[in-house]
């Protein structure tokens, strides 16, 4: 007889997403005049830019013609598109990184999710707590995370990296050594980063200790300040020790369009093995490449056309962020983030935790959030917002926060 794997049962609960999403359905329903704003999920609300819309009309043309059809697409992507990757990306911050580094792939999710799979059983992860579930979630799903204590919501097979006020949100080594170290920055959820010499001391740390750092660069496009590294290869060493993971979701609005990529160096080995080649071989046998239409679209992104398009874009949820953080101060919230992300992480007022002010918020305000303790334990007694929404969402929303 068959047998499942035993490691989905550990899983707590369900994701975090879906719980929220119950919970304000269920609200909805018995409240069926209430108009609510949700500024929960990290989706995003604006329409592709118009370059990316031409590039996508263009290449529907291409497929429906024989002799412009495209059919699988090269295993590490469209030369095209790595092209202009390692060109915009990496050359114009000084990174070296060449094409057959890079891994197109339909999202940051899948690669977060996946890229577990070529490191061996036992490594030991070490995670910023709070942080973007998947993670952890999919560690669970491997069978390395240990086992669950459901009272201190931990892992304990896990190193969690508490990331909070006290600490201004900055990662620190922890006691004992990892194998495998995720840094998701600019953060998911709480919306901070860290600096380049901060960034630096990680990857010396891991060269030193002999561990791989996951850097999930998801948000490298809402960083304003200058001090901040777009790219986990902009410090020297990381070539060695760092996987960089990439997504067009949140910079060119591609959540239902769906691309991203894997930088994979060479110079990434355990033992003599390549790193590189090793996801090479696990990208062409589980994936099949991102569509040809998508990854035309992913080039419009870095056009000149393009890029002025996207950096409006995200000028217009960094203004949210603004709304939303300036808000919360004038109605005496403690608040961080919103600077070089577009999450705000506000401290619950009154100790409620992060639960309670969900509800409170949904129940007074109408308005959707996403609690703290969902990304780790260090989150509770934290409230994501989204900046998101669309603007006039964010004012009422803010509006109607002051108010309560
Ligand atoms: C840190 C982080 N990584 C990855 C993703 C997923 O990106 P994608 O849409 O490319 O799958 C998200 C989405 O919210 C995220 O917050």
Redesign the pocket.
């Known amino acids: 007889m068959f047998q499942i794997n035993e490691n989905y049962q550990k899983l707590p609960g369900s994701y975090l997403f879906s719980s929220i999403a119950k919970k304000v359905d269920a609200y909805a329903k018995a409240n069926p005049d209430k108009n609510i704003i949700r500024l929960g999920i990290?989706d995003v609300t604006q329409p592709l830019a118009p370059a990316v819309i031409e590039a996508l009309h263009k290449a529907v043309d291409e497929m429906g013609k024989a002799e412009t059809f495209h059919g699988y697409a090269p295993d590490l992507g469209y030369d095209f598109l790595r092209k202009a990757i390692v060109e915009h990306d990496y050359k114009a911050r000084g990174c070296d990184i060449s094409e057959d580094e890079v891994f197109v792939s339909d999202?940051?999710?899948?690669d977060?999710g996946n890229i577990q799979e070529i490191f061996g059983p036992d490594c030991k992860i070490a995670v910023c707590d709070p942080v973007?579930p998947?993670y952890v979630d999919s560690n669970v799903m491997a069978g390395r995370t240990g086992e669950y204590d459901a009272k201190s919501e931990t892992w304990s097979n896990v190193i969690y990296m508490p990331c909070v006020a006290e600490n201004n949100f900055v990662p620190e080594f922890p006691k004992e050594t990892p194998d495998i170290i995720y840094l998701?920055l600019p953060n998911?959820p709480t919306g901070t980063t860290i600096s380049k010499s901060q960034l630096q001391e990680w990857v010396d740390y891991a060269k030193k200790s002999g561990a791989v750092i996951i850097y999930?660069a998801?948000?490298e496009a809402y960083i304003t300040e200058k001090d901040v590294p777009h790219s986990v290869y902009e410090c020297p060493g990381a070539r060695e020790c760092a996987i960089e993971?990439r997504?067009?979701?949140?910079n060119a609005g591609?959540?239902g369009v769906?691309?991203?990529f894997t930088v994979v160096p060479k110079d990434l080995t355990c033992n003599g093995v390549s790193l590189r080649d090793m996801w090479a071989r696990r990208h062409g046998t589980k994936f099949n490449g991102a569509p040809y239409i998508v990854q035309r679209a992913g080039e419009a992104v870095y056009s000149d056309a393009g890029r002025a398009q996207i950096k409006e874009q995200v000028a217009y949820y960094m203004k949210n962020a603004s709304v939303i953080k300036q808000g919360l101060m004038d109605a005496g919230y403690t608040v961080f983030g919103g600077v070089n992300g577009p999450y705000i992480w506000l401290k619950t007022p009154n100790n409620m935790n992060s639960w309670e002010f969900f509800d409170y918020l949904l129940e007074n305000a109408n308005v959707v959030g996403t609690p703290g303790s969902g990304f780790g334990p260090s989150g509770e007694g934290y409230f994501r917002l989204s900046a998101f929404g669309s603007y006039e969402n964010t004012v009422a929303a803010l509006e109607r926060i002051k108010k309560l």
């Open positions: 990290g999202g940051a999710k899948s977060s973007y998947v998701c998911n999930d998801a948000y993971i997504s067009f979701s949140k591609f959540t769906r691309l991203g």
